[in-house]
C-alpha cells in the first residue's frame, strides 16, 4: 500500500511563489528517487523535476531551471517543489511519484506510484 498525498497548490500571481509538499507513506521512501511532473490542459503530461534517493542530486527541464527547487526530507517521507518567478505558462496540474530505483530519472514509465494531482494556476 502506497499513498501520495500533495498539497500547497493554488492561485498565485506572475511572479510570486509556490511550495508544493508531497507526503510519502507505506514504503521505505529513502531508497527512491522522486519526480514532479506537470500536465497543462491539452497538453502531455511533462517531466518537471526529479530527485535522487538521498537528495544529492537534480534534474529539471529547461523552462523551469532556476526558478523551481527540489528537495526532500527522508526523515518526513517528504519531498517539495519550491517555486519561485511564476509564470502563466506554469499553469498545470502537478504530480508527484516515485520511481523504481534511488537514481533520477525523466522517464515516466520509469514511475510506478503517482500522487493525486494538485492545481497550480498563475495569473497575469
Known amino acids: 500500500q502506497v499513498q501520495l498525498v500533495e498539497s500547497g497548490g493554488g492561485l498565485v500571481q506572475a511572479g510570486g511563489s509556490l511550495r508544493l509538499s508531497c507526503a510519502a507513506s507505506?514504503?521505505?521512501?529513502?531508497?527512491?528517487?522522486m519526480g514532479w511532473f506537470r500536465q497543462a490542459p491539452g497538453k502531455e503530461r511533462e517531466f518537471a523535476a526529479a530527485?535522487?534517493?538521498?537528495?544529492?542530486?537534480?534534474y529539471y527541464v529547461a523552462s523551469v531551471k532556476g526558478r523551481f527547487t527540489i528537495s526532500r526530507d527522508n526523515a518526513k517521507n517528504t519531498v517539495y517543489l519550491q517555486m519561485n518567478s511564476l509564470k502563466p505558462e506554469d499553469t498545470a496540474v502537478y504530480y508527484c511519484?516515485?520511481?523504481?530505483?534511488?537514481?533520477?530519472?525523466?522517464?515516466?514509465?520509469?514511475?510506478?506510484?503517482w500522487g493525486q494531482g494538485t492545481q497550480v494556476t498563475v495569473s497575469s
Open positions: 530527485i535522487n534517493w538521498s537528495g544529492s542530486r537534480t
Open positions: 511519484a516515485v520511481a523504481s530505483g534511488g537514481f533520477i530519472s525523466t522517464r515516466l514509465h520509469e514511475y510506478n506510484y
Open positions: 507505506g514504503r521505505t521512501f529513502s531508497t527512491y528517487g
